[in-house]
């Protein structure tokens, strides 16, 4: 266990991973939710309370509350830079490539992460790995329920155990 992950990535990247941190995307208040999602990494305690507005299967915007370490809410802060404007599917190759990064695997080079990438090196730490997940995990709740035409993720995610 790391106390101060932010510590152990790259000096380039730590600065990129606290300015998310300390000034996080996406917390203004949506004037629409079409979907919503509660995420809850028990073992760091990280919580992610996620709402979207949808235009058809376009993501309009995106809102991200809770309380998490300094790598959730980095993460979360980046989700919410990087899939407003997108489309459903486009968010779902966004999530698809994160995790593959995180899981030790390149992203396919046609993905271009932004700040994203600045967590890369929490690959090391499987422990935060679900720290890093896990907005994105709630993003494909919301998402899903969405799909099934609920507005409303009512399962609480409880992130799988990272791959060594
Ligand atoms: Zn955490």
Known sequence: MV????????????????????????????????????????VCGDEVHLHLSLDGDRITGVEV????????????????????????????????????VMHGKPAPPDVDLGDLEALEG???????????????????DALRAWRDGATEATTTTEIEEAKP
């Open 3 to 42: 106390d101060r992950p932010e510590v152990a990535l790259d000096e380039l990247y730590r600065e990129v991973v606290l300015d998310h941190y300390r000034h996080p995307r996406g917390r203004a208040p949506l004037s629409r939710v079409d979907a919503r999602a509660h995420g809850l990494n028990p």
């Open 65 to 100: 509350q809770g309380r998490g370490c300094a790598i959730c809410t980095a993460s979360g802060s980046m989700m919410a830079e990087l899939i407003p404007g997108r489309s459903e599917a486009e968010a779902g190759v966004f999530a698809e490539a994160f995790r593959s």
């Open 122 to 140: 929490v690959k090391k730490f499987p422990v935060r790995v679900k720290c890093a997940l896990l907005p994105w995990v709630t993003l494909a």
